[in-house]
């Protein structure tokens, strides 16, 4: 299985930036994913979620309103666009599978729950 996150770079405050995930080696319909971030010093925490149809969609209440995860099924590819950047949203993302033939919900923000991880890509927020 392999997870490969691309898309991130060095934006202004109030840019965008989207970020894709291309999973391989998985049957990608069977998996929620999502996106998790790890500022340095800090913990990796829950950005969203996505069921494996697309019809549930999750955030973390800090970038609710500016970020947007979708899904191409067709493609075995999650994206995350990023609007209105801000510099706290400056951190490794990370894009993640998690087996959607289990009871997710509960476990959709607990990183600990998911079997597959991307390599990052690095986030960069600043003028």
């Known amino acids: 299985v392999q997870l490969q996150a691309s898309g991130g770079g060095l934006v202004q405050p109030g840019g965008s930036l989207r970020l894709s995930c291309a999973a391989s080696?998985?049957?990608?319909?069977?998996?929620?994913m999502g996106w998790f971030r790890q500022a340095p010093g800090k913990e990796r925490e829950f950005v969203a979620a996505?069921?494996?149809?697309?019809?549930?969609?999750y955030y973390a209440d800090v970038v609710k309103g500016r970020f947007t995860i979708s899904r191409d099924n067709t493609k075995n590819t999650v994206y995350l666009q990023m609007n209105s950047l801000k510099p706290e949203d400056t951190a490794i993302y990370y894009c993640a599978a998690l087996d959607a033939r289990s009871s997710w919900y509960p476990k959709m923000k607990n990183m600990y729950e998911y079997a597959y991880w991307g390599q990052g890509t690095q986030v960069t927020v600043s003028s």
């Open positions: 996505i069921s494996w149809s697309g019809g549930s969609i």
């Open positions: 080696g998985l049957t990608f319909s069977s998996y929620v």
